[in-house]
C-alpha cells in the first residue's frame, strides 16, 4: 500500500496544532504496518536550519494556479524514516508566519495543486491521496477535473480527514476559475458553492472516495446543528462515507519510563510517580502534602477547552474541598486574568502558569493526580490519552474523543479508567470532580482505576490499522473500476513519461504567449516569485 500525505503542517518541522502531531506520527505507524508512506508539506520560512540543511533538490517544476504558472521546487529529506517532500516556493511560504494571510486561499491553492504536480517527478505513484483540513481539501476536486483522464492518476484513491470544522477556507466565487481553474458548472450543482461563494472543506468533503474525523462520535457529533458548523447537512448527506478513528499519541515520546523531562521515571508504578507529585509541588510554590489530591490541566485557556465552567466553579472546588489545581496555558484574556487574582487568593490551592512549557506539561501529566478535560466540544484530544499513559486518572465531558477514550468508573464491576460527565454545567463538573475525590481517599480502588489508566494501548497502532483497511477498501475499488475505453493498463514507466509529458506540454502552453523575454529563470529557493509574465 502506497499512500501520500498532504497537510499544511506537521512535526517536527512546524506546528501549531493538533494537525501537526497527526502528519508527524501516524506515517510512521502506518510504515510499521508495511505501507510505503510519504509525506509533503510546504516548505515553510519558519522551518529550523538544521532541517533545511539536510534537505536534497529534488527536481523544479511549474504548478498550475488558474490561469497562472507558478515556480516549485521539490526538496525532500528523510525523518525517522518517513521520505518527507517540500513544496518550495518563496512568495507563497517564506513568511514569519503560517496561516493568517489576505492570500492563504491562493497559497493552499497552489499547494493543492503541487501535491499532485510532484507525484511523477518523486516517482511515487499513491494507491491512496490522504489530505488533511481546509488547507488541502480541494486536491480530490483538482485530481478529478484535470488528472484523473491520466493513466498515473487514474487509479489513486482519496481519504480527507477533518481535524477541526470551525476552519473552512470560506472564499469569493472567482477563486473557482482564477486559482482552481474549476468552471461554473462545479458552483452551480452546489459541490463547491457556500453562501455564494466558494468553501475548501466542503470541496473535501464531497470529492474524496472518503471523510473521516478524528473520533467515532465527533463524527456522530458533527452531522447535528449544534456542532456541524453550518455544514451539518453536508455532513448527514455523506452517510456511511463519513466515520471516525481515534487518534493515537507516540508511546516512545510519551513514556513515563524514559521521558527526559520528568523527575523520576517510573512504569505502572504508583508510589514512584508520587515523587513526581511532591517535585511539582515543591516547584509550583504549593505547600507539599501528599495526601490531598492534585488535579491539572495543560490547555489552551478558551471557552471551547471548557473555562467557563472552570471559572464559574473554581470557588465551589477550592472553598470546600480539600484539594489542589495546577494549570498551564495561555489564550483568553478574560480567564487569564480572572485565574490570576484566583491564584492570588488561593495560594496553597491554586498554581496558574500562563504560558506554554513542554516541560512543565511533561511534569504535569507525571505529578498530578487527575486530569481535567470540561470541553465544550473536542474533536478527540490528546492530553487525556497522555495523562491516562501516565497513569493519571481524567475527569472529562463526555464529548468528541473524550467519550471514546475515557470510560468512567464503575465502582460495582470495576471497570472504567477515568470520571465522564455529559451536560456542559459547572454543577455536573463540579459533582463529579467530587465523586473523584471520594473515590480517590479510597486507596484500594484508586490503586485500581490507576491500573485501568495503565493497561491501556494509546499508541498509533490501532488507528494505523483502521486506516490501513480504510485505504484497501479505496484502493481495491478504484482499481476494479473499468478505464474509460476499456484500454489495457499502461505499465508504471509509460505512466509516469506520459504524466511528465503532460505537464511539460502544459508548462510550455501556458509560456508560449510570453516570448522568450518574458519568463524569470527559476531559482532553487522559490525565487522572488517564479511566475510567468505576459507581455
Known sequence: MKVLFAAAEGNPFV?????????GALPKALRKEGADVRIVLPKYGTIAQSYKDKMKLVAEIRVPVGWRMKYAGIWELKQDGVPVYFIDNEDYFKRDGIYGYFDDGERFAYFSRA?????????FRPDIVHTHDWHTAATAALLEKHYRHNPFYRDIGTVFTV?????????????LPDLLGLDHDHFASGQVEYHGGVNFLKTGLVFNDRVTTVSPTYADEIRTPAYGEGLDGELRFLGSKLSGIVNGIDDKSYNPATDPHIPVNYKNDLDKKRLNKAELQRALGLPEKPDVPLIGMVSRITVQKGFDLVADGLYGLLEHNDV?????????????????G?????????????????????????GVDMFLMPSRFEPCGISQLISLRYGTVPIVRETGGLKDTVLSYNEFTGEGNGFTFGP???HDMLFTIRRALNFYRMPDIWKAIVRNAFAGDYSWGRSARQYLEL????????????????????TAEEMVESAIKAAASQTAAAEEPAGKKGRKKAKPEGGESGDVFIV
Not at 506546528?15 to 502528519?23: E, H
Not at 484566583?342 to 504535569?364: C, N, T
Open 15 to 23: 506546528k501549531t496544532g493538533g494537525l501537526a502531531d497527526v502528519a
Open 115 to 123: 501535491v499532485l504536480e510532484i507525484l511523477p517527478h518523486i516517482g
Open 163 to 175: 481535524h477541526n470544522l470551525q476552519f473552512q477556507g470560506h472564499y469569493g466565487y472567482e477563486v
Open 324 to 340: 489542589q489545581l495546577v494549570i498551564l496555558g495561555a489564550g483568553d484574556r478574560y480567564y487569564e486574568e480572572l485565574l490570576a
Open 342 to 366: 484566583q491564584a492570588q487568593r488561593y495560594p496553597e490551592q491554586l498554581s496558574v502558569q500562563l504560558k506554554f512549557d513542554e516541560g512543565l506539561a511533561r511534569r504535569i501529566y507525571a
Open 424 to 426: 456542559y454545567s459547572t
Open 471 to 490: 485505504y484497501e477498501e479505496i484502493a481495491v475499488r478504484r482499481k476494479e473500476a473499468p478505464t474509460a475505453d476499456g484500454s489495457a493498463e499502461p
